[in-house]
Every structure is written in C-alpha cells, then in structure tokens.
C-alpha cells in the first residue's frame, strides 16, 4: 500500500512559481512510477507530469513543457513539481498518484491517489 499526500497549492500572480510536494509512505513507493494530474472545475482529470522509478526518465504534457520540472528524492519518499511562469489556464486541483507499471498519461491507469491542493493563478 502506498498514501500520498499533495502539499504546496496556494493563490498566486500570474507568472509566478509554486512547488508541489507529493510525500509517499509506503515502502514500494520507489518502485512506483509517479504522476502529476489535475482537474479544473467542469473540466477531466489532465495529465501533467510523470517520472520513472529513479528519476531518471520523464514526461510532460505539451501544455507545460519548459515551464513545469517534475523530481523525485526516494530517500524522502517525495516527489516534486516545479511549476514556474504559471498562467490562469493552471488552475486546478493537482493530484499525485502512482502505480507499478502505468500508462503514463492515462489517469485510471494509476493505483495511488492523494487528496489533491488546490492551485490558483490570478491574472
């Protein structure tokens, strides 16, 4: 079994930086491959993020490329998301969630969710 927690969300401007965290227990959780997803209000589950069991691999969506850095420290059972020149567009709810072997950018394809923390981006 693994239990995440999201802390980081907050109310920011336009164009400034947030950093998620996603602290795991759980002693698979570095053989997890880990996601960041999120949900506006009336909107699906969007993938935002993945990274590979080492940190060695990851994946973006295009809507986020060169502005957001996913990260993991598996000695802290934590993975990060660096989200920076944040626009109106990404606010949402962020989830992390893992899973052994997922699709990466498919959200049922995860077994572990946290609560999600909400972001909000003003103009």
């Known amino acids: 079994q693994v239990q995440l927690v999201e802390s980081g969300g907050g109310l920011v401007q336009a164009g400034a930086s947030l950093r998620l965290s996603c602290a795991a227990s759980?002693?698979?959780?570095?053989?997890?491959?880990t996601g960041w997803f999120r949900q506006a209000p009336g909107k699906d589950r969007q993938f935002v993020a993945a990274i590979n069991r080492s940190g060695s691999v990851t994946y973006y969506a295009d809507s986020v490329k060169g502005r957001f850095t996913i990260s993991r420290d598996n000695a802290k059972k934590t993975v990060y998301l660096q989200m920076n020149s944040l626009k109106p567009e990404d606010t949402a709810v962020y989830y992390c969630?893992?899973?052994?072997?997922?699709?990466?950018?498919?959200?049922?394809?995860?077994?572990?969710w946290g609560q999600g923390t909400q972001v909000t981006v003003s103009s």
């Open positions: 759980g002693r698979t959780f570095s053989t997890h491959v």
């Open positions: 969630a893992s899973a052994f072997a997922p699709t990466v950018v498919k959200s049922e394809s995860y077994d572990y």
